[in-house]
T-cell receptor
């Protein structure tokens, strides 16, 4: 089946630093990728839709200047959390629509901001 | 009102029990429906799609009632390995539109 990788799987950083998360479709092309965030005991919430070759679309309440998204190629989207703060600590997951109209999830990135 | 609502549980059941989860969704334009399973600190994994005609996959049966915007999942003969959080998921289109997740229902199967 189609595979989506995500790196890093876990990151711990100091408050004020920036963290980049990569999402790659390994064996298919994805013009669109989705970024979700999940706080403890909460549902996955869509943050933004990443579009190859154009600007990302952000959900209401998600700051585009804080969560920078770059969809550089048909297989790679990156999410950069700029000037991270403890309240940004969460589980970040990407997904990409793949074969058979299914969506394929990356394994997620657990971010802890101290 | 949340877009997808689920009873958070937890449901604690003995091995071999039958357990049912329910879910309601608010957007009547939703076209595709799924149950996902999520283990602790892992990404969600597709368990099964849900169709109006009802569908079964081994011990799992899913049902959709579009009129009442209600989705169900039945697990028969529960195994210890079924312990997880079950996420009810809807989307406007199964292809390129994002998924809308419920908070999930936690299931613990006890020996």
């Amino acid at each position: 089946g189609a595979v989506v990788s995500q790196h890093p799987s876990r990151v711990i950083c100091k408050s004020g630093t920036s963290v980049k998360i990569e999402c790659r479709s390994l064996d298919f092309q994805a013009t669109t990728m989705f970024w979700y965030r999940q706080f403890p005991k909460q549902s996955l919430m869509l943050m933004a839709t990443s579009n190859e070759g154009s600007k990302a679309t952000y959900e209401q309440g998600v700051e585009k200047d804080k969560f920078l998204i770059n969809h550089a190629s048909l297989t790679l989207s990156t999410l950069t959390v700029t000037s991270a703060h403890p309240e940004d600590s969460s589980f970040y997951i990407c997904s990409a629509p793949g074969p058979s109209e299914k969506q394929f999830f990356g394994p997620g990135t657990r971010l802890t901001v101290l | 009102r949340k877009e997808v609502e689920q009873d958070p549980g937890p449901f604690n059941v003995p091995e071999g029990a039958t357990v049912a989860f329910n879910c309601t969704y608010s957007n009547s334009a939703s076209q595709s429906f799924f149950w996902y399973r999520q283990d602790c600190r892992k990404e969600p994994k597709l368990l099964m799609s849900v169709y109006s005609s009802g569908n079964e996959d081994g011990r799992f049966t899913a049902q959709l009632n579009r009129a009442s915007q209600y989705i169900s999942l039945l697990i028969r003969d529960s195994k210890l390995s079924d312990s997880a959080t079950y996420l009810c998921v809807v989307t406007l289109n199964s292809g390129n539109t994002p998924l809308v997740f419920g908070k999930g229902t936690r299931l613990s199967v006890i020996a």
